[in-house]
């Protein structure tokens, strides 16, 4: 049943992520984003494994100089112990020291190796860190340019699509208006008739008045 359960959620990962393979196939920048992504975990792992290589050289520093010091004391032993005359003793330093050199002769080297290998790292982790820089920058400049295309095709298709149509709609306007103002000045004609006619044959009566007397 477990086995059954793992195959079914590898199946549904296989899918998911080649559906954002697709995806990212379509869009350039979410491709380029995904990369990113990747290169900056990379750029961290790296930055660990520097930051790793730091403490090794400094604890090979500090193993060495421990290692020399015992040499030293060691040394001090052993002619303490030759001029007791402690044969054994003498001779139990000095086997000590010859094994301390031997360690301090070996940490040195591992510490000369350290630092090399800790120049490297370094050098590889600040072009890992110009080159991510330059990926960043690039993105901005590819989104930048991605912006521009969309812009210039949104702004295409208003102007191509609606070309004529707001003059159409500013035509169909003015004629509206016009019918409007046309119907309200007949229905204030209409509506004023009656009294103008009523009021022209006032005026003619009071004229004819006037001509008689």
Known sequence: MANLFTRLKDTITADLHDALDQKEQKNPIAMLNQYLRESEKETEKVRKLVERQYRLKDEFSREQQRAEEMVDKRKHQAEVAQKAGEETMY?????????????????????????KQLETLEQKYEEMKHKLKDMHVKRMELMGRENIARAHHRMNQVLEDTADKPYARFSEMDRYIED????????????T?????????????????????
């Open 91 to 115: 001779e139990f330093a000095v086997k000590e020291r010859e094994a301390y050199e031997e360690r301090s002769k070996r940490l040195k080297g591992s510490y000369e190796e350290a630092v």
């Open 180 to 191: 409007l103002e046309y119907k309200v000045n007949s229905a204030y004609y209409r509506n």
């Open 193 to 213: 008739f009656d009294s103008k006619v009523a009021q022209l044959e006032k005026d003619m009566k009071n004229t004819e008045d006037v001509t008689v007397q």
